[in-house]
Structure formats: C-alpha cells, structure tokens
C-alpha cells in the first residue's frame, strides 16, 4: 500500500487550501488526466455545465494575451514545471511521464494559437510567441533536462504540424523583419525544423516575401536548391 493511500482527505483539503489558484488548477488538471472518461461527467458535471463547453466555440484569444501566455509557459518549463520522471527499467523506457505529456499538449495547442494569430495579421506577437516555443525546443535538442525523457532525448519526441506552424511563422517573418533578417531566419528555421520538406517551405517564403526579401533568400541560397 502506498503512502498516499493512507492520508485522511481532512488533512488533504487543508494542504490545498494553502495553494496559490494556479497550482490548483494544474493539480486539478493532472486529477482529470487520471480519471476515466466515462467519470468526467460524474465529477465535474455537478458544478460544470460540460455540455456547453462542448458546443460553445472558443473566444479567439489576442496577440497580446497569447504572447503572455507564451512567456509564463517558457519561464514556467525552464524552471522544471513541468519535470516528471520515474523509474525507467526494460519494460518502461517507451512510456512518458505525465508532466511530459501536459506540457506536449500546452506546446501544442500554444502553437495552434500562434497559428491562428498569425493568420489575424498580429504578426508581432505571433514571431515572438513561436520564437518563445521554438527555443523550448532547439534547448530539448542541445539536452537541456527541464523535461522528462524515458529514453532519447530529443525535439523529434514532440508533436508539432510543421506543415500548418512554419508557413505561419514564415508570414509573419516576412511582415515583421527586413530582408537579411528575414532570409536568414527562413534558411535557420527551415534547416532545423523543415529539412523533411525543404523545397515545399522555400516556396512559401518566396511566395510571402517582399520584393527585397526575395532577392535576399534567393542570394542566400545554395546553388541549386531552387529555381527563383
């Protein structure tokens, strides 16, 4: 029997009531992880309406709130937030950790966001938030451990649609950067992010490009790698 087992839910409820509102919301987050679907409803429907929930569409969050967000999950997973491990063994070594898979969903669904943002035209803060969350990345790859891996280590293990992400990412590079900026970054995003489909990336940063910016990435290319 594990100790946890054997806590009273009186002493329980008086350590909770000592958290700040964030750190409840996140316990109560890795407690809907936990349950079976089929209690969701038993738990939280008495005080949730969840069937609204699941109609009502989402209210479109700003450029600004999304980069706020963006900064809190950077500074929040650096400080290991989100670090969850245990005991690898022969058997194991494939699964991943619960607080790896909260934060591959926050990654995730931050970068939808980003997405949409950008597709709004904030291109500004859509950049700077992708900027945040490609880091997060490029640092998993340089072996930063603020995250728990069962075996290798490396930014392939998290989902991203670099398909939707990086033309995103390229608009909004092409609206907010001057034309060596913006070669530049199209080349290093596109070689540490897009190298499954160079050629495909290349054509959407023509496509978005200023005049100047066009002649920029096509100086900047190696020969022949794509006709301008």
Known sequence: MSRSTTVKWEALEAELKRLKKADLLELLGFAFDALPRTRIEEVFGEHVDLAALTARPRRAISGTRLLEKVREFHEESLKGRYYQGFNVNSKNYRETSEGTRRWNDEHERLFQQCVAVSDKGQHEQAREAMDLLFDLLR??????????????????????????????????????????????????????????????????????????????????????????
């Not at 950067?177 to 054509?203: N, S």
């Not at 959407?204 to 301008?228: I, M, N, S, W, Y």
């Open 139 to 228: 640092r998993i790859d340089h072996g930063e451990d603020f995250l728990f891996f069962a075996d290798e280590q490396g930014s392939w293990q998290v989902h991203v649609d670099y398909d939707e992400v990086l033309p995103a990412y390229i608009a909004s590079l092409a609206a907010t950067t001057e034309p060596k900026e913006y070669a530049d970054g199209v080349h290093e995003i596109i070689d540490t992010f897009g190298a499954f489909r160079p050629e495909r990336h290349l054509k959407t940063a023509r496509k978005v490009a200023t005049l100047e910016q066009r002649r920029e990435l096509k100086r900047q290319l190696p020969h022949g790698r794509l006709d301008f």
